[in-house]
């Protein structure tokens, strides 16, 4: 890799996918990126990781507002401290969020080359990722956007494939660049197996490399609508908290995939063949693919115990899952659902989150426990008139100066050390102690400690609502 600063690859992560195939794990609120599928690590964190080193620049992660402070702490667990965090106003797909990147590198540094990834996939050969990676980057420097094109072991219909052209004389640790020939959409079983016998055909991975300056001319020529709003957030930008916040005016851009508005119609496109064992975990049978099966081809994740069971995805978060004499099926469970489905129907598990919504229940799209910039909460019991909640609390963190018009609260401390601002009094409370906090006080909780500070709060009154909060001063520039 490229070893002088001038030359040091940009990392640019896209960090705004719901994942909701893989409901009841992955939800609007927490989705797939941030939960460890493939390994120890979350997939952002790992996602993270393969540009790590003297060859790349500190990654620009381009993310929603919701999820700012969980891509922020993941980083810097991950030791990604310096990392960029781009924050979206909305949504606008891989295009805008692509261009909000290439203006923000790019006005600066045009000849800036941009590794772009997805945040949600995986990869168990990084070693030959990047070889591949070094044949990307040549064809880059030669004015190329160029894409990873996955050799297909089966006859997958659930990706789009590339049909590679002819080779571009790029080489480079082995691995060649070519022209792309046509992108196809996910094709049926038997085009998928033509593709496969061909050799011609690779699955779409959807990460590019590209210089900056090359993005944004072929953004300016194929979706200029797109690029003039994206840079216009960029201008309108402001730094709040480390964050880089784009300007309302990002909401304008077209809401479009980069190969529909450039990939498909440059001819500039290029391709790197390479098999780097890539898996976009876009269902949970494509983790039953890449897992690591027992002797009757299952594969099992926390408390599980099969008998007679064959070719299975068994995951628990926690209470003991036992299954007998079932064959490919998928089985999930978590603290508030349980999903249950024959593998060959994983995809669907997208309608089913969509009827949950249209239907009302909250566990489409957020989990029990709730994560917040200084730590998290979950329900433990609630009635018509109380809610009793378990609440983590960072070392040195705080929530915000607040009050309540429709609950009081008692806090009881069960680990750590809380310092508790109540109207004009500061009370220190360690273990076994608690307090009362009356309808309307002004309030806040800190941790003043080295380890996380974890209290039960019992809630009473007539509403108990999250938006019963006034928050009168906020570390975090909430409302």
Known sequence: MPSSSAQQIVPVILSGGTGTRLWPLSREAYPKQFWPLGSERTMLQETAARARGAGFAPPLVVCGEAHRFLVAEQLREAGFADAQIVLEPAARNSAAAIAAAAALVGEGTPDAVLWIMA??????????????????????????????????????????????????????????????????????????????????????????????????????????????????????GTRDLGFVRLGASFIRAPSISIDHAVMERTTLAAVVPCNPG?????????????????????????????????????????ILTAVVGLEDVVLVVTDDAVLACPRSRAQDVKLMVDQLKAAGRKEATEHRKVYRPWGSYEGVAQGSRF???????????????????????????????????????????????????????????????????????VQSGPYLGEDDIVRLEDTYGRA
């Not at 890449?290 to 299975?312: H, Q, S």
């Not at 608690?434 to 003043?448: A, K, Q, T, W």
């Open 119 to 236: 945040a949600d996939a995986t990869i168990t050969n990084v070693k030959g990722l990047l070889a591949a990676l070094e044949a990307a980057t040549a064809a880059a420097r030669q004015g190329r956007i160029c894409t990873f094109g996955i050799r297909p072991t089966r006859p997958e219909t659930g990706y789009g494939y590339i049909e590679s052209g002819a080779p571009l004389g790029v080489a480079a640790a082995g691995h060649d660049a070519f022209e792309i020939a046509r992108f196809l959409e996910k094709p049926d079983l038997a085009t998928a197996e033509a593709f496969l016998a061909g050799g011609h055909h690779l699955w779409n991975s959807g990460m590019f490399v590209a210089t900056a300056g090359t993005l944004l001319t072929e953004l300016e020529r194929y979706a200029p609508e797109v690029l003039a709003a994206a840079r216009a957030g960029v201008a309108e």
């Open 387 to 457: 809610q009793v909640k378990r609440i983590t609390v960072r070392p040195g963190a705080k929530l915000s100066l607040q009050k309540h018009y429709h609950r009081a609260e008692h806090w009881v401390v069960v680990a750590g050390t809380a310092m508790v601002e109540r109207d004009k009094e500061r009370i220190l409370l360690r273990e076994n102690e608690s307090v009362y906090l009356p309808l309307g006080c002004v309030h806040r909780l800190e941790n003043p400690g080295m380890i996380p500070l974890t209290l039960i709060e």
């Open 278 to 318: 890539w898996s976009d975990v876009g269902s949970w049978a494509s983790l039953w693919e890449i897992g690591a099966k027992d002797a009757e081809g299952n594969v099992t994740l926390g408390p599980v115990a099969t008998l007679g069971a064959r070719n299975c995805f068994v995951r628990s978060e926690g």
